[in-house]
């Protein structure tokens, strides 16, 4: 079993910054590809960015301003997102793939890009 439990979602304005968090916990080391996704209200849940051990793959809509990245590991994700848009306001999930065919999800967190 893998838990993620993620933060740092938060009101911002348009243009500025944000740094989402996720903490895993449990069985960390099945895990082999961590992603961040985020939906709204009445739509499907997006990928926004991916990574593996090797490489990351970004939403087209969010590349050349968001960064994913690890640390320890798979213990800690990080979504850094800059010049923020309304658009990009959504509730944001943390997601890891196991090595057990299994995925697990966060809980989300709000982030709300408004002025």
Known sequence: QVRLVESGGGLVQPGGSLRLSCAS???????????WYRQVPGKQRDMVANL???????????????TISRDNGWRWLYLQMSSLKPEDTAVYYCKADSVTSRSYWGQ????????
């Open 25 to 35: 916990s449990g069985t960390v080391s099945s895990i082999y590809s961590m992603a």
């Open 52 to 66: 593996t051990v090797s490489e990351s793959y970004y939403n087209p809509s969010v590349k050349g301003r968001f």
């Open 108 to 115: 989300g967190t709000q982030v709300t890009v408004s002025s």
